[in-house]
């Protein structure tokens, strides 16, 4: 055998290292420093953010050490293609997990708006609920009128797209732009992944620095749109279950798109030192499917949050 | 072989390859499979002692009627935590223990596909089961809802320590996904040639689909956390109907991740008993096909029938049926299982070792459980045993001596293959025999007063249950502290046992035996050819 990824006699065994209890360490310091944060914010009384940043700069300092030395590990020829066919298999697995996290969410969107909001309502098979809780309540989604205004604000409006036939709406409407830019971004990864293929240095570099420039144009225009749904619409995390499930939806899923992003500059700065082989660009390849997955979560977002 | 890659063998292998490193960091740093199993293994039996306790002194108030050691907000406390220590710091962190030491032994592997993360993915634990168990001492008290922590106890009326608790089982999560991805890996993609998927060992195979079950209910739990963690302090109104969200919906979120999630916990105790009733009936597993079939079906059929644990919230009619009927279908698969392993006994040449005992004992009582599991199906039937200790009984059946009695076993038939010592024969059967007994004693009882109505989670109860519940306590004492006799028997055999075989076993089947006892520290650093007969038991 002369090819060395089919061969299956050695497999590397990383030697023992600190990288790992390290950031179980900073998991552990971030999550209590958010805690005690969260608690002090309800309490009242004066949020020490200490323990959150210790954590949060262990964890990103010993991943950045960690990634650093699976990096040179590779160049130095350690890798063999077994080992890169666990990580694909890791990669992949990983993201079906983050699949059903936003399955989780849709989930909440689906029950909520087609069964709970109608029950409360007084219509359906558990209208009953409605009758003896909130008899005025009308159902209607988005839900802009809560069963109990006092307990939840109403949002002033919804971030819901314009009918079908308004063109100029839909022409001020930055969602439909964000869905653009995404779904863009997603073939500008794909051009760079060509051009590893054709070892084209010159359009690898241009195409993934594109692809990051969208990211952050998504990631700046979303913000545009919180801004204006806190401050225009009164649409808000605390104002019902529209809200709630706008919010959660939208926000895991631009933090995501952060994650995303950066994970695709660190292979733009890699790119940059002349990293990536044809046959050898694994960080690469799962940087791109986790933008694909992103983009994928996006469409049945703009379908099903903002359109429907 | 490619003279290219044994070229850098030498490189690779003579600075770290021979041996443990000495010293704590050899468990700190360590990338081993075998020092993370073992990691796991002994977090997984601290667990069962703390948890352990907490249901002792749940027993010790219940032992008579009336309020007498706790209060019953304590009492709370002490359901909830033990619920939760148990399923996520006992049992399922034994079985990935298992799994460690286990997987690459019978697949001709070196190690885990992703020796790193494994070390991440254990010492993240101990982290998340401070941080849980540290609620306890909080300012309001620790978590005191269940171990379903349902809303809106879990949000609304939570004690403020639920954030911390919230993020405990994000830790918990984050662990589990990063193990089943490196189980995953390493069955798809480190078997030795010949080594084909049919060829697996049962144990093996059922730790493959309940990787897959942890991978699509753990990110759900995760996602059903963080919604709590956002309604209580970011005022979102998921499970609150006054904002149009429903605390019903917390329920469906909640068990279509707990269902599958008792799954999670006995399908790689079937695995570990059809790997041991062979070995001691001197015949291999019959039916080997239709195990690997019947599995898959459960795992496939357990993400389809959350709702029977609320045939009392209020759920249209046909939503009832229909889970009624799913979940009656999962005794079809289950039944081939049971038919499988008496099987296997039937005619063959038995012995009655202790891991053997305990496989039987698997056998004859999770199937008790499984039968009150199918009472409790019955929707009509549940809106009387909902909530009672009948639902106690039937569950403590399936994972005590279901889920627990495997992890005894297999700790009890591969303990000579790790460590190269045999256990004390005696002293286990004297172990089994008290945990059978003792088990028995503490459960078979609250069919009976769940029947005749005792709620669960209450700490007084009327008079007429003062019978039961005493016999039930006397069982759960004598069953906690034979648990101690099994600390002492591991210990003794690791320090003193007697010289074990490399095939320990007389009848034992497949790779993990062909190893020297105790197994040298990288498994296979080449692997074997594989031939169906010695491929698995
Ligand atoms: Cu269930």
């Known amino acids: ?308 | 072989m490619s003279e290219a890659s044994h070229h850098h063998v030498p490189a690779v292998h003579d600075d770290h390859h021979h041996g443990p490193a000495s010293g704590l960091t050899r468990w700190l740093f360590t990338t081993n499979h075998k020092d993370i199993g073992t990691l796991y293994l002994w977090f997984s039996f601290a667990m069962l002692l703390i948890g352990g306790t907490l249901a002792l002194i749940i027993r010790a108030e219940l032992f008579q009627p009336g309020l007498q050691f706790i209060e019953p907000e304590f009492f709370n406390q002490m359901t909830t935590n033990h619920g939760l220590i148990m399923v996520f710091g006992a049992i399922m962190p034994a079985f990935v223990g298992l799994a460690n030491w286990l997987l690459p032994m019978m697949l001709g592997a070196p190690d885990m596909a992703l020796p790193r993360m494994n070390n991440l993915s254990f010492w993240i634990l101990p982290f998340a089961f401070s941080m849980m168990i540290s609620t306890l001492f909080m300012e309001g008290g620790g978590p005191n809802f269940g171990w379903t922590f349902y809303a809106p106890l879990s949000t609304t009326y939570a004690p403020p320590s639920v954030t911390f608790f919230i993020f405990a089982v994000h830790m918990m999560g984050a662990s589990s996904i990063m193990g089943s991805i490196n189980i995953i890996a390493t069955i798809l993609n480190m078997r030795a040639p010949g080594m084909t998927l049919m060829r697996m060992p049962l144990f093996v195979w059922t730790w493959l689909i309940t990787a897959y079950l942890l991978l699509a209910v753990m990110p759900v739990l995760a996602g059903v956390v963080t919604m709590m963690l956002f309604d209580i302090h970011f005022g979102t109104s998921f499970f609150n109907a006054a904002g149009g969200g429903d605390p019903v919906m917390f329920q469906h979120i909640f068990w279509f991740f707990g269902h599958p999630e008792v799954y999670i916990m006995i399908l790689p105790a079937f695995g570990v008993v059809s790997q041991i009733i062979p070995t001691f009936s001197r015949k291999p597993l019959f039916g080997y096909d239709s195990m690997v079939y019947a599995t898959s079906s459960i795992a496939f059929l357990s993400f389809i029938v959350w709702a029977h644990h609320m045939f009392t919230v209020g759920m249209p009619l046909a939503g009832q049926l229909f889970f009624m009927y799913a979940t009656m279908l999962i005794a079809v698969p289950t039944g081939v299982k049971v038919f499988n392993w008496i099987s296997t006994m039937w005619r063959g040449s038995m012995t009655f070792e202790t891991p053997m005992l305990f496989s039987i004992a698997f056998v004859v009582l999770f199937t008790i459980g499984g039968f009150s599991g199918l009472m409790l199906a019955i929707a009509p039937a549940d809106y009387q045993y909902h909530d009672t200790y009948f639902v106690v009984a039937h569950f403590h059946y399936v994972l005590v001596p279901g889920a627990l009695f495997s992890i005894i076993a297999a700790v009890y038939y591969w303990l000579p293959k790790w460590c190269g010592r045999m256990y004390d024969e005696r002293l286990g059967k004297i172990h089994f025999w008290l945990s059978f007994i003792g088990v028995n004693i503490t459960f078979f009882p609250q069919h009976f007063s769940g029947l005749a109505g005792m709620p669960r989670r209450i700490p007084d109860y009327a008079l007429q249950f003062a019978d039961f519940n005493m016999i039930s306590s006397i069982g759960a004492f004598v069953f906690g502290f034979s648990q101690l006799l099994f600390g002492y028997v591991l210990i003794k055999a690791i320090v003193s046992g007697r010289k074990a075989t490399s095939r320990v076993w007389e009848g034992a089947h497949g790779l993990e035996w062909t190893l020297p006892s105790p197994a040298p520290y990288h498994s296979f650093t080449h692997p074997p050819k594989v031939v169906e007969a010695e491929a698995h038991s």
């Open chain 1, 1 to 308: 055998m002369s090819d060395p990824s089919k061969d299956t006699s050695v497999y590397y065994v990383p030697e023992n290292g600190w990288h790992p209890i390290w950031v179980a360490v900073g998991v552990f310091l971030l999550v209590s420093g958010i805690g005690s944060w969260l608690n002090d914010l309800q309490a009242g009384v004066e949020p020490s953010r200490l323990i959150l940043i210790i954590g949060g700069l262990i964890l990103i300092a010993t991943l950045w050490f960690w990634f650093a030395r699976v990096i040179e590990e590779n160049s130095a020829g350690l890798v063999n293609g077994q080992l890169k066919r666990s990580y694909v298999w890791g990669m992949s697995w990983f993201i079906f997990s983050e699949v059903m996290f936003f399955l989780a969410f849709f989930g909440a969107l689906f029950y909520t708006r087609v069964l709970a909001v109608q029950w409360l309502g007084g219509e359906g098979e558990k209208a009953i609920t409605g009758d003896y809780l909130w008899p005025d309540f009308v159902p209607s989604w988005p839900v802009v009128q809560n069963p109990d205004p006092l307990v939840f604000n109403n949002p002033g409006e919804s971030m819901q797209a314009p009918a079908i036939t308004e063109i100029g709406a839909w022409s001020a409407y930055l969602p439909l732009w964000n869905t653009i830019i995404l779904l863009t971004s997603s073939f500008t990864v794909h051009f760079a992944h060509t051009a590893i293929k054709n070892r084209d240095r010159t359009k690898l570099n241009l195409w993934l620095a594109g692809t990051v420039v969208l990211g952050v144009v998504f990631l700046i225009l979303q913000v545009e749109e919180y801004v204006h749904a806190y401050n225009e619409l009164g649409l808000t995390l605390d104002s019902g279950i529209y809200g709630s499930t706008f919010f959660l939806l939208t926000g895991f899923h631009g933090f995501h798109v952060c994650l995303g992003t950066f994970i695709l500059a660190v292979q733009l700065g890699r790119a940059l030192k002349g990293h990536f082989e044809p046959h050898d660009c694994f960080g690469f390849e799962a940087a791109s499917w986790y933008w694909h997955f992103v983009d994928v979560v996006w469409v049945c977002l703009f379908v099903f949050v903002y359109v429907v």
